[in-house]
C-alpha cells in the first residue's frame, strides 16, 4: 500500500525551515518567532490597535505561548502594554524606540529568508503551493 506522503512532506519541510532560521544570526537576539511576532506587530500597529488576541490569531499561537513570547518581548524591552482608552481590560501592544530601531533589520532577515526558500520557484507554483497550503491550513482549524 502506498502511503501519501504529503504530512511527511510538510513536517520535513517545517523542520528544515526551523533548522535554518535558527542557523541564522537573530536581529537583536531575538528568536525567530520574536522576529517574526516583532515585524507583525510594527506593520500592524500604524493601522490599528493591536492585542494579544490579534498575535494569537494571526500565528496559530496558544493564549499561554502568545503570553510568554511578548513577556519576554517586555523585558527584552522591544513592546510595552498599556490599557486602551475603551476598556481597562484590554491592553494595546505598543512597540519601543528600541522596537522600531529594529524594524528594517526584521524586514530584511525575514525577506533573505523568503528568497533563499523560493530561489528557482516559478511564481505560478509559488501561487499553487500558497493556495494548497492555505486550504491545508483551513481543513486544519
Excluded at 31 to 46: E, K, M, S, Y
Excluded at 87 to 94: E, G, L, Q, S
Aim: proline residues 4%; positive net charge; charged residues 35%.
Amino acid at each position: 500500500m502506498a502511503v501519501n506522503p504529503t504530512v511527511r512532506l510538510i513536517a520535513t519541510l517545517s523542520n528544515l525551515i526551523r533548522r535554518k532560521i535558527d542557523s541564522a544570526e537573530g536581529v537583536g537576539g531575538l528568536t525567530p518567532a520574536q522576529n517574526g511576532i516583532l515585524h507583525f506587530i510594527l506593520g500592524r500597529c500604524r493601522e490599528q490597535d493591536l492585542f494579544q488576541k490579534d498575535i494569537e490569531e494571526e500565528f496559530n499561537l496558544r493564549r499561554p505561548t502568545a503570553t510568554e513570547i511578548l513577556k519576554l518581548m517586555e523585558r527584552k524591552g522591544l513592546i510595552y502594554r498599556e490599557e486602551a482608552s475603551y476598556d481597562a481590560r484590554c491592553k494595546k501592544i505598543i512597540p519601543t524606540e528600541k522596537g522600531w530601531e529594529l524594524e528594517g533589520r526584521v524586514l530584511k532577515d525575514i525577506l533573505e529568508m523568503e528568497q533563499f526558500i523560493t530561489r528557482d520557484i516559478p511564481k505560478e507554483e509559488l501561487d499553487t503551493f500558497i493556495r494548497i497550503g492555505m486550504k491545508m491550513m483551513k481543513n486544519l482549524k
